[in-house]
């Protein structure tokens, strides 16, 4: 990494610990001095302070006072010379070995010779302290002279030649230690900064994994330091993320589909206005054609009035028949019409249908034929199942064609208890399959596999739209499938008979004539019912 923190804190020390090691060497080389010079200065006056408060007349110094002033001389390397007013010795160091050359020194001074090599650092009517370099000795002294109260000359010196020796070696010393001290510290901060930057550095790859929406990274160094309640709080986090996103994702997809339901309901309702625009333009136009016929009496003879009545009356019929069709889907698909279920005989109901359309199937040429129980009980509402059954068998007979037959089946299959069986209803007519692309269009609104056709029987096609929305409101399946001769559609109820025995139950079955029934030359295998796709032996 080009800004480690590691590194930084590596440097950053290091440059620290050369600033403190560089401020030491420069301060003893421009101050360590100076500070000697002032230190040893204050022994000098402390010395000349004792000599002067206690020496008497004739030069005598009590007891006391000589052992402070002996002590002093012993810590210091401190000489002293006390002499006359005719520079005759009075009082001196023990052991000064130059008491001759510092009483030459100090007849010198008063007389106002010998201030070579020298250096005053002090001066004042008693004394005078001076950096004198004598040359009979080769040393550099701190010097004090001058007279005392009571008249006396006297000349103290201190030997500072060590001091620099002292200074010179210190410098040289610090110069290593600040190197080596250097050093070690840029090895120990690597060293202690990686228990730092190790977590830090672990919180940001996990970081930049939570960045890529990977929320399986968790910290794992753990600690209870400021790091390891960071790295807590960022699995935390983490978990939080992930379930801040899965809700997110969540509405994101409930938005999506919202957004497709909103488009798909808006093309739905184009859609719709389309449809019920050209489907209402046809009859309208007709309407309207007929009728100013009449008007302007293009026809005068009564047949030619009554056709052109019979044509207004028949497409008004059309048009209140998908009007009142619109109206009951639109019940259905809102949930605005309520669905009362009740047990009813689904078989009686087929029967009465039939019946019902039995002179169509003559007109058509068409034999209708019903196979299943006398009686069959069944769960749904009884008016909407009505509605699926005439719109199945009006379908059958709009498109049955070849060998003209329809067959209506009813059967139970299913499990051994009254929960698990069903009633399933098939309607056959013979034909046209209907193209596979279109199988699964066929139950949306207004969707004509052959327009031409449908326009000449009348169709609009909703019926089957309708079907659609009755069984979805029963929650029960319902489906089409092609057969080598024709097509069936078929649809599934609840059984609402006792537990089906086929081996006690009477059928009724056969070709429908004035309601009677006799058993059609086919049988069937109860494999081949209830699994939502039906097909006859």
């Given amino acids: 990494m080009k800004h480690s923190l590691r590194k930084q804190l590596t440097v950053i020390f290091g440059v620290l610990m050369a600033a403190m090691f560089l401020a030491n060497y420069l301060i003893n080389s421009f101050f360590l001095e100076s500070f000697y010079y002032t230190k040893k200065q204050e022994v000098l006056v402390e010395a000349y302070r004792i000599l002067n408060e206690n020496i008497d007349s004739v030069g005598n110094l009590g007891g006391e006072p000589s052992e402070m002033l002996d002590e002093i001389c012993n810590e210091n390397g401190l000489s002293y010379l006390v002499t ?31 201030t070579d090599n020298v250096r005053v650092l002090d001066s004042n009517d008693s004394y005078t302290i001076q950096v004198k370099y004598d040359t009979e000795i080769g040393l550099n002294y701190l010097e004090m002279w001058g007279i005392l109260d009571e008249g006396f000359y006297f000349i103290m010196r201190i030997n500072i030649e060590g001091i620099q020796d002292s200074v010179r070696i210190s410098n040289e010393f610090i110069k290593y230690i600040c190197i080596i001290g250097v050093i070690l510290t840029a090895i120990l901060v690597w060293v202690v900064t990686k ?167 003559q007109q058509k040429n068409a034999q209708i034929t019903y196979s299943g129980e006398e009686s069959l009980f069944a769960w749904g509402d009884e008016f909407k199942v009505e509605e699926v ?16 037959k329809i067959e209506v089946t009813a059967e139970v299959c299913g499990g051994d208890t009254l929960e698990e069986q069903k009633v399933h209803v098939t309607v056959f007519n013979t034909g046209e399959q209907i193209p596979e692309a279109d199988i699964g269009q066929i139950w949306d609104k207004f969707y004509k596999v052959d327009k031409a056709r449908t326009r000449e029987y009348g169709g609009s096609g909703v019926g089957l739209s309708i079907v659609k929305a009755i069984m979805d409101s029963f929650h029960q399946k319902y489906g089409v499938e092609n057969r080598e001769d024709g097509v069936t559609f078929w649809f599934e109820l609840q059984c609402g008979d006792a537990l089906y025995r086929a081996d006690t139950s009477q059928s009724a079955s056969g070709t429908l004539t004035a309601g009677k029934s006799k058993k059609p030359d086919r049988e069937e295998d109860d494999s081949d019912v209830c699994d939502g796709e039906w097909r006859p032996q």
């Avoid at 006359?84 to 106002?112: C, H, P, Q, T």
């Avoid at 019979?310 to 619109?326: F, G, P, R, W, Y």
């Avoid at 059954?389 to 003209?404: E, I, R």
């Fill in 195 to 361: 228990r730092v930057t190790q977590p830090l550095n672990e919180l940001t790859e996990l970081s930049k994994r939570m960045a890529d929406l990977d929320f399986n990274a968790k910290y794992t160094s753990g600690g209870t330091d400021e790091i390891g309640q960071l790295g807590q709080r960022f699995n935390e986090m983490s978990e939080k993320l992930e379930q801040a996103y899965a809700q997110l994702m969540t509405a994101n997809n409930e938005l999506q589909r919202d957004i497709a339901k909103k488009e798909q309901i808006d093309d739905m309702r184009k859609e719709f206005l389309s449809n019920v625009s050209h489907e209402l333009k046809t009859p309208i136009a007709l309407i309207q054609g007929y009728a100013e016929g009449l008007q302007e009496c293009i026809n005068d003879d009564a047949e030619s009035r009554e056709f052109y009545c019979d044509v207004i009356m028949d497409e008004a019929s059309k048009m209140n028949t998908l009007v009142q069709k619109l109206l009951t889907l639109n019940q259905l698909e809102f949930g605005n019409d309520e669905v009362v279920m009740e047990r009813f005989d689904l078989a009686l109901l087929i029967r009465n249908k039939l019946q019902a359309v039995s002179i169509l199937a």
């Fill in 84 to 114: 006359d007013m005719s520079y005759n010795e009075v009082l001196g160091s023990k052991s000064n070995f130059y008491a001759s050359i510092m009483k030459g020194r100090l007849n010198g001074y008063g007389i106002g010779v010998d």
């Fill in 389 to 404: 059954v005439n719109n199945y068998v009006s379908n059958a007979l709009n498109h049955v064609s070849g060998a003209g």
